[in-house]
């Protein structure tokens, strides 16, 4: 984007993007330290529970809801070509890792603190891009959640999962590995159209939820 085409875009003469600013770059950061203190500001009017690992769980929803919401304001926060850190992105860190803390004092960590909480906003953060910038290759907002739990169980211990969701991975699994051996089967049982409509069974058991 060009300086004429932002002044143009807010009415003003360039000399005053320059005056208060300094050049585009100036302007950049500005915009991203205000979007990085609207997505903090929820971060910190958050009220704790009682239990950690529920805080965790909204602490990292929130944080791809606000992707969703703010696409383009999200890529300017992690994007490669900004010069310098904002401070913003320490606080963040910073108040991850208070909820961390309040795990490991429990004793619920399986990994040291400083690691689990680079684990968790890399892969918050990885996930809020894929979806936001590759939504053909990601149209479905619901894997948040699935990498959301993937990552919770590497970095804790004993999370409780409902029998319902375990039952659920347990046909998944079973219905994938079918999936993955329909085209070898060796004589053909079925006919094309059977092995079609079997695969479509098989594929939507696959991806189903708990409750489909």
């Known amino acids: ?4 085409a932002i002044c143009e875009a807010a009415g003003v003469q360039q000399p005053v993007l320059y005056r208060l600013f300094g050049d585009k770059d100036g302007l950049l950061a500005a915009t991203i330290d205000h979007v ?6 929820g971060k910190r009017a958050a009220q704790k529970s009682k239990d950690p690992l529920s805080d965790l769980r909204a602490g990292w929803d929130s944080h791809t809801a ?20 904002p401070e913003a992105a320490a606080e963040a860190m910073r108040l991850l890792r208070e909820v961390l803390e309040r795990l490991a004092v429990q004793g619920r ?5 400083a690691e689990a909480a680079r684990m968790v ?4 953060t990885g996930v809020a891009l894929a979806l936001i910038s590759r939504p053909s290759l990601y149209p479905d907002v619901h894997l948040s959640v699935l990498v959301r739990d993937a990552v919770y169980r590497a970095i804790l211990l004993d999370i409780p999962e409902p029998e319902d969701i375990r039952e659920n991975d347990v046909r998944k699994a079973a219905a994938t590995t079918l999936l993955s051996s329909l085209d070898e089967l060796t004589p053909e049982p079925f006919t094309a159209a059977e092995s079609a409509l079997l695969g479509q069974w098989l594929t939507q058991i696959a991806q189903s939820g ?3």
């Open 66 to 85: 606000f992707a969703l919401a703010n696409p383009n304001a999200y890529k300017l926060m992690f994007s490669p070509a900004l010069r310098s850190e």
């Open 210 to 212: 708990p409750a489909d």
């Open 109 to 113: 960590l399986r990994v040291p603190l």
């Open 36 to 41: 990085w203190d609207q997505y903090l500001a």
């Open 1 to 4: 984007m060009s300086t004429r």
């Open 121 to 124: 906003m890399a892969a918050n």
